[in-house]
């Protein structure tokens, strides 16, 4: 199992900026891919950004060139900074990993999820 706890988020401006951090903590030892994803009153979770255990990075079009994500193995941490926030930023972000061999019945990757942090950007 792996335990996943995000921090940082809050209330800002348009055009301000936030980092938020995930702690990864559990077995461990075998993730590989670290994610972000954020969900919207009546939307959908959508991924934000992703990063693999060699360093590749993937954004969403929506967020690239204003968010970027990265990791330091040596603290479990994935962190998202946020810059240039929107309003339609607006969202509960949640933390994700995967971890390499971990499958569910039905041989589909396993998703460890964290509690979810609210991002609010005002107009």
């Known amino acids: 199992q792996v335990q996943l706890v995000e921090s940082g988020g809050g209330l800002v401006q348009t055009g301000g900026s936030l980092r938020l951090s995930c702690l990864a903590s559990?077995?461990?030892?075998?993730?590989?891919?670290l994610g972000w994803y954020r969900q919207a009153p009546g939307k959908q979770r959508e991924l934000v950004a992703a990063?693999?255990?060699?360093?590749?990075?993937n954004y969403a079009d929506s967020v690239k060139g204003r968010f970027t994500i990265s990791r330091d193995n040596s603290k479990n941490t994935v962190y998202l900074q946020m810059n240039s926030l929107k309003p339609e930023d607006t969202a509960v972000y949640y933390c994700?990993?995967?971890?390499?061999?971990?499958?569910?019945?039905?041989?589909?990757?396993?998703?460890?999820w964290g509690q979810g942090t609210q991002v609010t950007v005002s107009s």
């Open positions: 994700n990993a995967r971890r390499s061999g971990d499958y569910d019945v039905l041989r589909r990757a396993r998703d460890y």
């Open positions: 559990g077995s461990i030892f075998s993730i590989n891919n």
């Open positions: 990063i693999t255990s060699g360093g590749s990075t």
